[in-house]
């Protein structure tokens, strides 16, 4: 697609899915954004027409707690698509199958290096079955940071372990920042069924390289608002030469896709 | 755009940890995708600041019209480091000083640094570095590290590498009050509301931009100053204008060499 070489007026030219985002208060940080008119208002601004959403309160502290205000702050927007936190080790699998199925949440996001869990089958094993079986794909960071929790990162070894043993479940790799750089293309390339979500892949060429290495259907925009912006990734991704096909894969298709909209 | 864009902040040669290449095709390849004109690139990789120097080289006079050289210089051997920003700047025709504390283990203000500065303060011309560490004395604020370095080499002009591509107050304030004193844009956390956050309390003529390549991506981090909710004018300066400004470049609007 031909594009200008800067573009001021920037505005997305297919359709935009957010695939990382976070809504509703934190407990360690008072964020710019925190409540669904809000993140609207800056998806308006950027021109993304929907996104998926958690709770940072799921995650930091009580997943059906947080799940459940997720769902108070989205409402009937139907722009929003709700993304359930899960802790496998100690949420009760039938409960929360249960809220997911009434909520009809179609995401799931576990993050194992806030909870303390090492991500093997003998932990998640379970959970990733009925995952795979309902065809709800799920979420890990490769870190998660809080103000009173280091940022570890997620042990790709047991990634790849646990991963491989469910072909039919897709796993959605996301915040895979630069110093991540070294070990997530060679588990993409390892794992078929593993995408990836790029809000803090910023590596000079680095999304380019990863498209080629491991297919445009994998690659998906997320933004990590509102700690992060949303518009710059979108335009960065605008800036890769991707055929339009590509383009609107990346910005969103491959997400509706995978939520089966 | 009809004005120039100059990338303040990057860096030449490899660095395989993270899969980066000193690759001077690729570098032109996303500078051309991300609208970038020209680009100032410096080494830090090396001990041996004259190879990393002669490195920043080979990739300006591969591309004269679209690099600019940008001087390393290391404190840990204070026998050599004045003597090679003569040569990188005088013989080279390097344009401004890149410093690198974190590899020193003390900060910018320690007195090891003063040689540099004090040459740097006769040439009357830039450096950057970062402006805090990681080892900073409890109670450092930037407003004052910079306000003392100010004081004592008045015809440097500083620029806080990373600072605008977060919301530090501390570091807005020091730009906005110290004449001297810039910040440069860019940051692997594209901060939500960052830009706009600096220009209103430093100002839209102390913000330029950078892109930390090639760790980073030029065309990302350019976006967060396109895509900020600022002034057309602002963009404008931060992406470039400010920049010809603060290295006194007086090329033609667009492209070319000065």
């Known amino acids: ?261 | 755009m009809d004005t120039p864009v100059i990338d303040f902040h990057s860096h030449a040669g490899s660095w395989g940890r993270y899969g980066v290449d000193a690759d001077c095709d690729l570098y032109l390849k996303v500078m051309d995708a991300a609208g970038v004109d020209r680009t100032c690139i410096n080494c830090i990789w090396f001990g041996d600041a004259r190879r990393g120097n002669d490195l920043v080289m080979e990739y300006v006079n591969r591309a004269p019209d679209r690099f600019i050289g940008v001087a390393f210089a290391t404190p840990h051997y204070p026998e050599e480091s004045v003597k090679e920003l003569e040569r990188a700047v005088h013989g080279l025709g390097m344009a401004y000083v890149k410093i690198y504390p974190d590899y020193f283990g003390r900060p910018n203000d320690d007195p090891a640094y003063f040689p540099i500065y004090e040459w740097v303060d006769e040439q009357e011309m830039a450096v950057m570095c970062h402006a805090t560490y990681p080892f900073d004395p409890p109670g450092t604020t930037i407003q004052g590290r910079f306000t003392a370095l100010s004081d004592r080499f008045p015809n440097v002009r500083w620029v806080m590498a990373h600072t605008a591509g977060t919301l530090d107050a501390d570091a807005a304030e020091t730009a906005r009050v110290l004449p001297n004193v810039f910040m440069e844009t860019c940051s692997s956390r594209t901060a939500l509301g960052a830009t706009e956050f600096n220009v209103e309390h430093a100002g839209e003529d102390k913000v330029l931009y950078g892109s930390d390549m090639a760790l980073m991506d030029a065309r990302q981090q350019i976006a967060k100053v396109v895509t900020a909710d600022i002034p057309r004018r602002a963009k404008e300066k931060i992406l470039g204008l400010n920049a010809m400004r603060l290295l006194r470049l007086d090329g033609p609007a667009k492209g070319g060499a000065a």
């Open chain 1, 1 to 261: 697609m031909m594009t200008p070489a800067v573009d001021l007026d920037f505005r997305p030219e297919v359709p935009a899915f957010d695939a990382n985002a976070a809504l509703g208060r934190r407990h360690d940080r008072r964020v710019a954004v925190d409540d669904a008119a809000g993140l609207l208002a800056e998806m308006d601004r950027a021109g993304v027409e929907r996104a998926l959403v958690y709770a940072p309160h799921a995650a930091a502290f009580d997943s059906a707690e947080g799940n459940a205000g997720l769902l108070e702050a989205i409402g009937d927007e139907s722009r929003l698509m709700p993304q359930f936190v899960c802790n496998p080790t100690f949420d009760d699998l039938d409960e929360t199958a249960a809220q997911i199925e009434a909520a009809d949440v179609r995401a799931v996001r576990m993050v194992p290096t806030l909870h303390h869990y090492p991500f093997r089958s003998w932990v998640v094993g379970e959970w990733l079955e009925w995952l795979s079986a309902r065809g709800i794909p799920l979420w890990l960071p490769a870190s998660y940071e809080t103000n009173w929790h280091d940022g570890a990162d997620l042990d790709p070894h047991a990634v790849h372990e646990t991963v491989r043993q469910f072909p039919d479940l897709t796993v959605v790799l996301c915040e895979v920042h630069y110093v991540q750089a070294s070990w997530a293309p060679p588990l993409l390339r390892s794992l078929p069924n593993l995408s990836i979500e790029v809000s803090r892949y910023v590596i000079a060429d680095g999304i380019a390289r990863l498209i080629e290495d491991v297919d445009p259907g994998r690659v998906m925009f997320g933004s990590r608002f509102p700690e992060q912006a949303i518009a710059p990734q979108l335009y960065h991704l605008h800036r890769l030469g991707l055929n339009e096909t590509d383009l609107r894969a990346v910005c969103g298709g491959n997400l509706a896709r995978l939520l089966r909209m």
